[in-house]
């Protein structure tokens, strides 16, 4: 069975990359005309590591990546609110965590794709989706088609064919904050600990996550009822008019940050969904469940994705329709559950209320983060660890 995927994203490589370790023949199109991310880096929660794990490319992850032990919550004048034990999780889950340079990760899973033969067909932008007896057509930007029995959309949050082509519609949720986001690197050694840092703002939030002691990834948000405009000239002066005052590792990441290794994002996610596919056509990864980025899951999820496609496609490859149906009931609830606590944390975060942060603060202090860090575990486990 031929399966195009659309998208060269961590959905669409993961996924090549199972399918074809079960046996299928995949071709992955990418609009772009070579490699490219926008994210800075990622933390490869237990559950992700599962996955990498059965995709056999944990050593190649490892050798390039952070432990991160700990997840303190801070003030913006550094007092301390609070700590998730990232050990405890990974302890519960039976599986690391990670921190990543997003470029590391997307270059190793690309690889491994090469490795197993397949090379991302870039310049393929899709433009349109339509049926055509038992086959859907794809039909290229470049005035190519191609004609298949199954299509599985991978083509991230912003514009999604195939979840239009799926839902009828493709609408994106703005949730009212800007992420500028960012790689730091230094020749000293700047981080003593592989620990994250979280400092919370009054509408407002920069977060610091290390992958060595030389290396960090961070992401500077504030509140923003408005979508502006991206200039990157200005976006250390942006960000020095928000973030002055606030602990000196927050100014070294601005100021040593070079700024054509800063992005700045209006941040999008969907709204969950119930239907995933249509005539032979399954959306996955951001097109099937963006979530904001303070859920910290949603490479995580596009990995389980994967995983959990390439399962259901060959217990079932008779029954595409059966197999669809399955991957959807095993994916949409986590999912909605990991949109939905990501739309909350961010609607904390980014409340630009004094009061409201104040109380905030001071129930994150009085917060049983065990009780938080297993939490987590037990969400970020669901149909997957110990299933
Ligand atoms: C600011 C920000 C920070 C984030 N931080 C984290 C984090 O710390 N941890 C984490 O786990 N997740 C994080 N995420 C989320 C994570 O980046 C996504 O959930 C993940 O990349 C989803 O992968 P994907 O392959 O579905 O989508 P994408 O990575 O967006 O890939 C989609 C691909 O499809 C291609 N494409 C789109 N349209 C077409 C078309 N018409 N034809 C052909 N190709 C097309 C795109 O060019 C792209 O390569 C963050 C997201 C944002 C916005």
């Not at 000293?188 to 994250?196: A, L, T």
């Not at 119930?274 to 990995?303: E, F, R």
Request: charged residues 20%; glycine residues 8%.
């Amino acid at each position: 069975m031929k399966i195009p995927i659309l998208g060269g994203g961590v959905a669409g490589v993961s996924t090549a990359i199972a399918l074809k370790q079960k046996g299928f023949d995949v071709t992955v199109y990418e609009r772009h005309k070579t490699e490219t991310n926008i994210g800075a880096g990622i933390v490869v929660w237990p559950n992700a590591t599962y996955v990498l794990e059965k995709l056999r490319i944990i050593s190649q992850i490892k050798a390039v990546s952070g432990y991160p032990t700990r997840m303190h919550r801070l003030s913006h004048t550094g007092e301390n609110l609070g700590s998730i034990n990232i050990e405890a999780i990974n302890k519960i889950m039976g599986y690391s965590s990670f921190s990543i340079l997003r470029t590391d990760f997307q270059n190793i899973l690309i690889s491994k794709l090469n490795e197993l033969g397949i090379f991302i067909n870039y310049n393929h932008e899709v433009t349109q989706l339509q049926i055509n007896g038992e086959k859907t057509i794809t039909h290229f930007k470049n005035e190519k088609i191609s004609s298949a029995d199954i299509i599985i959309g991978a083509d991230g949050r912003m514009s999604s064919l195939a979840r239009q082509y799926v839902l009828g519609e493709n609408k994106p949720v703005y949730q009212g904050f800007i992420n500028w986001i960012g790689v730091f690197e230094s020749e000293k050694k700047v981080f003593q600990n592989i620990v994250v840092n979280d400092y919370w703002g009054i509408g407002e939030r920069f977060g610091i996550v290390p992958v060595s002691q030389y290396k960090a990834y961070w992401a500077g948000g504030i509140a923003s009822a408005k979508i502006g405009r991206k200039q990157p000239t200005h976006y250390k002066k942006e960000l020095h008019s928000i973030f002055s005052g606030w602990p000196t590792l927050v100014d070294e990441m601005i100021v040593q940050t070079p700024t054509s290794r800063i992005n700045k994002v209006y941040v999008h996610d969907h709204n969950p969904i119930k239907l995933w596919h249509k005539n032979n056509v399954i959306v996955i990864g951001d097109a099937a469940h963006a979530p904001l980025p303070t859920s910290g899951q949603g490479a995580c999820q596009a990995l389980e994705d994967a995983w959990h496609l390439a399962n259901c496609l060959t217990s079932n490859s008779t029954n595409i329709a059966r197999a669809f149906t399955q991957f959807t009931q095993l994916r949409s609830e986590k999912t909605a559950n990991i949109i939905s606590s990501g739309r909350r944390l961010a609607s904390s975060l980014f409340n630009p209320s004094t009061e409201f942060c104040k109380v905030r603060n001071e129930n994150s202090k009085a917060t049983d983060y065990s009780r938080v860090a297993s939490g987590m575990a037990h969400t970020w486990s669901q149909n997957l660890i110990n299933a």
